[in-house]
């Protein structure tokens, strides 16, 4: 019964990528059946952000700078030019929220290794504007922590911290303005709930990690006990 069931599964797939093909955002070549969201070769040449100890690496180094943190990772780099840069625009832009969760499963897998998830009690995606929100109809971080979630079994929290201003778009802000952007637009509520609490927040691009360290900062000013880790899936990188 499982024999034909499988085949049953596989004809079906078949019979989908046949009428609408499936293709890998970065280079664009049809996708094999066996191949979700990016072909093989993508992966494999993926830029992978070097895996050097959690707690001291580039990464967790630039928020040190600004608010108190335990370790943070990122999966790859990319820049504007980059054909990599249309993994994240399919996650945010496209419609294709499972690619987050796909790639939140790889890296994860990935990090286990380092016992990155082992003092963690609880995720918490960087929440959108509703305005955003609705307009895109999903959170690309919320995706993101799926992943995670389907490879650690540690919950995701989606109604603590809320994001009260919809501030501009920051990418053609400089370093300066885009902590200026973010300063204050985030509240929490239930502050109670995150007591003693290792939290790891979750985001899907950083580039000066702005909109991060403000999230960060109101949960360690509204919260008792609490600490903070960061995961990433891209961080831009200048040519």
């Known amino acids: ?32 059946l066996t191949e979700s969201h990016v072909c ?14 959690p707690t001291d690496n580039a990464i967790t180094k630039t928020f040190e700078r600004f608010m108190p943190i335990e370790k943070a990772t990122a999966m790859f780099y990319y820049h504007h030019e980059s054909p990599y840069r249309q993994i994240l625009f399919s996650l945010k832009y496209e419609g294709n929220p499972q690619i987050g ?4 499963r790889m890296w994860s897998r990935r990090l286990l290794s380092q016992h990155f998830f082992d003092d963690i009690d609880l995720l918490i995606p960087l929440p959108l504007a509703n305005k955003r929100k609705r307009k895109r109809g999903y ?5 993101i922590a799926k992943g995670i979630t389907d490879v650690t079994g540690i919950p995701v929290e ?22 200026v952007n973010v300063e204050g637009i985030f509240q929490v509520s239930h502050a109670e709930r995150l007591k003693g609490k290792h939290i790891l927040l979750i985001d899907d691009v950083m580039t000066t990690g702005a909109t991060l360290i403000s999230c960060g ?3 360690l000013a509204q919260t008792e006990d609490t600490r903070i880790s960061v995961f990433v899936l891209a961080k831009t990188m200048q040519r």
């Not at 969760?101 to 939140?104: A, L």
């Open 1 to 32: 019964m499982k024999n034909n069931i499988s085949r049953l599964q596989i004809w079906w797939k078949s019979f989908c990528d046949t009428l609408f093909p499936r293709q890998c955002p970065v280079c664009g070549r049809r996708l094999a």
């Open 40 to 53: 093989a070769t993508c992966l494999y040449r993926l830029p992978i952000v070097p895996c050097s100890a």
């Open 101 to 104: 969760r796909e790639f939140g």
């Open 139 to 143: 959170n690309q971080s919320e995706w």
């Open 158 to 179: 989606t109604g603590i911290v809320r994001r009260t201003v919809s501030n501009p778009t920051q990418t053609r802000l400089s370093k300066t303005e885009r902590h």
């Open 217 to 219: 900062r109101t949960l």
